[in-house]
């Protein structure tokens, strides 16, 4: 299974990859950056795209 590895360090909060995979990436209200809504999860093609189309290029997906 493929874990997807989110650098908050990185993160700026633009929130590109909530708005490109809502089921997946979620914005944390305090720490204003992005998380995983849930671990367990298979990785699709708009989450590769999500990724892709991140800014700070802080979404690693390692398989
Ligand atoms: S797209 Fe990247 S920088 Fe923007 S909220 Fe998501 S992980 Fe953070």
Avoid: H
Avoid at 17 to 29: A, T, W
Avoid at 37 to 62: L, M, N, R, S, V
Wanted: charged share 25%; proline share 5%; net charge negative.
């Amino acid at each position: 299974m493929a874990t997807i590895i989110i650098d908050t360090y990185l993160c700026n909060g633009c929130a590109t990859c909530i708005e490109m995979c809502p089921q997946v990436f979620r914005l944390d209200p305090v720490s204003n950056k992005a998380e995983l809504i849930d671990t367990e999860i298979e990785i699709t093609d708009d989450i590769y795209q999500a990724a892709a189309y991140c800014p700070e290029k802080c979404i690693e997906i390692k398989e």
